[in-house]
């Protein structure tokens, strides 16, 4: 008999919104297990097709992996055991943290395990839109060679241009670097970080319809909850310069998506990156996908070799830390920490999670 339980929504034939990583067909546990089998822990998949099936399989567990399966109020309330609920990305939308953090759940994720990734895969967002490389593909595939050259001349050069971060995080800050190498000049708005933390990184911090005043490029890098939701749509687009593009390598529901789709039909806003939607497998008939100055991607900028095996690795070993009675290294609502029984034992502050 296994000393934990740590439960996980079988993979299902049909694919649900949330994205590759959360429908992983992981039969394979073998990174979330370096640091699970150790402590006596086994992952147990349950073939529920329904939250009432999956409340009933898993009410025992001593832990949830949140995959496969979106981890309502309704099942929180039903798990009578559970000491942790993991999530093996940045964003933890999969999970109602509200209700986990009522209950004293704490929910644990992965904030910092593909960070250069994104920022890369952000700057290429960035540079293709900026570039026109849609349309310069569509001209050599129409024998109009001659015509890019005098097209690109129309665009002022990136060098001296400003990028606006809405968010400053680990992505925010990996983006600035990059940016700040290509001679961009970068402002943020953060409200949970403090001005001299910006300021020391070359970073000019500013209001929110500031920044989308002054940029010439938008990118978006904050969380997904009820603050952040659709926290661009038409006031915001309206705010932009026409010769603006917005960049979007973070949270699909940030994006009031018919109010891009207008502000780009109608010239409001000059183009987009985007690598991320409000619905996920997104529908090929979206407009947002046919227009030549937009350039998509399908949810793929954490993705490398190394991203999956980190994220369980890391995933296994949060999990792992809460069984043991440790605190996470990052947990989302570490209000659940404060008081609990669990031990606050890293030796120093990490410059992120709880024990900041």
């Excluded at 992996?65 to 981890?71: E, F, T």
């Excluded at 570039?131 to 129309?154: F, K, T, V």
């Excluded at 070799?305 to 069984?323: D, F, K, N, Y």
């Excluded at 209000?335 to 709880?354: D, I, K, Y």
Aim: net charge negative.
């Amino acid at each position: 008999m296994p000393k934990f339980t740590v439960a996980v929504q079988a993979a299902q034939a049909t694919q649900l919104p949330g994205g590759s990583s959360f429908n992983l067909a992981a039969a394979d546990y073998s990174f979330e297990e370096e640091a699970l089998t150790p402590i006596g822990a086994e992952i147990v998949e349950l073939p529920a097709t329904s939250d009432a099936e999956f409340i009933q399989m898993a009410k025992d567990a001593d832990a949830v992996i949140a995959r496969g399966r979106m981890i309502s109020a309704e099942i929180i309330a039903g798990l009578r055991r559970c000491k942790v609920i993991g999530c093996g990305s940045i964003g933890t939308d999969r999970v109602d943290v509200e209700a986990a953090t009522r209950h004293g759940i704490p929910v644990t994720n992965v904030p910092d395990v593909f960070t250069e990734e994104v920022a890369d895969h952000t700057m290429a967002l960035l540079l293709a839109a900026h570039r026109h490389l849609y349309e310069m593909r569509q001209m050599i595939r129409a024998g109009r060679w001659a015509e890019g050259h005098p097209y690109l001349r129309n665009f002022p050069r990136l060098y001296g241009q400003t990028l606006g971060l809405i968010a400053f995080g680990n992505v925010g800050r990996a983006v600035a670097r990059r940016a700040q190498a290509f001679g961009l000049r970068v402002i943020a708005h953060d409200p949970f970080v403090s001005e001299t933390e910006m300021t020391s990184l070359g970073v000019e911090p500013v209001g929110l319809m500031e920044l989308l005043q002054r940029s010439d490029f938008v990118s978006n890098h904050g969380p997904l909850n009820d603050t952040t939701h659709h926290i661009m749509s038409t006031e915001q687009f309206a705010a932009m310069k026409p010769s603006a593009m917005f960049i979007n390598a973070g949270r699909g529901p940030s994006q009031d998506e018919a109010a891009l789709i207008d502000a780009l039909e109608r010239g409001v806003i000059a183009g987009a990156g985007l690598d991320v939607f409000e619905v996920e497998p997104g529908d090929p008939e979206n407009p947002l996908f046919q227009m030549d100055n937009v350039i998509v991607t399908p949810h793929v900028a954490s993705a490398t070799s190394r991203m999956m095996p980190e994220t369980r690795r890391r995933l296994g070993q949060e999990i792992a830390l809460v069984l043991q009675g440790r605190w996470p290294r990052s947990a989302v609502n570490p209000q659940t920490l404060q008081n609990s029984a669990l031990e606050r034992w890293q030796p120093q502050p990490m410059n992120r999670g709880p024990n900041r």
